[in-house]
T-cell receptor, first 113, second 114 residues
Framework: GDSVTQMEGPVTLSEEAFLTINCTYT??????LFWYVQYPGEGLQLLLK?????DKGSNKGFEATYRKETTSFHLEKGSVQVSDSAVYFC????????????FGSGTRLSIRP | KAGVTQTPRYLIKTRGQQVTLSCSPI?????VSWYQQTPGQGLQFLFE???????NKGNFPGRFSGRQFSNSRSEMNVSTLELGDSALYLC?????????????FGEGSRLTVL
């Protein structure tokens, strides 16, 4: 079945460091891909999305590119801030059942001042 | 506008009891989905309701059920609670059209089963 695999955490970086969180998926066809973020004490929020191959999603300085050839959707940010500390989830869904999202296991990110 | 509201935020039950959780979606949203979040299994889809009808269902036993009212508010019920049902239950709402993909999540109801 469909699945999402993302790098295990926790990931600890210093402020202004470059961030990459790897995500790969297994699915037949072209699902929509997402990154959701869960800040401490808050609900999940959509960070960015891409709906077709080679699309780039971006938001708040984060970017991810839908790579069909490598079935990947890696999250990157050039310079992280303490406020980026959160748990990040890679996910996929299909247009026909958009609310049925398959999530990765989550990656906890901690940024040191 | 107000976000997704879940009640109660925390609750403690004992094995064998049942529990009902409530979710009020964002105004105008007709789809409500429920997810279970645990350290071991991560985030798993329970079911989705749209216009008072269950539209999608995950792989959970029949002890997990839900319903949606005409005002789009939703409830989920877990009967005969087991220790493994301890989890954060998240509700999410959306307009419900195909292909949107963006869900708006509440802060969750944390259930502890003793």
């Amino acid at each position: 079945g469909d699945s999402v695999t993302q790098m295990e955490g926790p990931v600890t970086l210093s402020e202004e460091a470059f961030l990459t969180i790897n995500c790969t998926y297994t699915a037949t066809g072209y699902p929509s891909l997402f990154w959701y973020v869960q800040y401490p004490g808050e609900g999940l929020q959509l960070l960015l999305k891409a709906t077709k191959a080679d699309d780039k999603g971006s938001n708040k300085g984060f970017e991810a590119t839908y790579r069909k050839e490598t079935t990947s959707f890696h999250l990157e940010k050039g310079s992280v801030q303490v406020s980026d500390s959160a748990v990040y989830f890679c996910a996929l869904s299909w247009a026909s059942s958009a609310s049925k999202i398959i999530f990765g296991s989550g990656t906890r990110l901690s940024i040191r001042p | 506008k107000a976000g997704v509201t879940q009640t109660p935020r925390y609750l403690i039950k004992t094995r064998g009891q049942q529990v009902t959780l409530s979710c009020s979606p964002i105004s105008g949203h007709r789809s409500v989905s429920w997810y279970q979040q645990t350290p071991g299994q991560g985030l798993q889809f329970l079911f989705e309701y749209f216009s008072e009808t269950q539209r999608n269902k995950g792989n959970f036993p029949g002890r997990f059920s839900g319903r949606q009212f005409s005002n789009s508010r939703s409830e989920m019920n877990v009967s005969t609670l087991e220790l493994g049902d301890s989890a954060l239950y998240l509700c999410a709402s959306s307009y419900g059209g195909e292909g949107t993909g963006e869900l708006f999540f509440g802060e969750g109801s944390r259930l502890t089963v003793l």
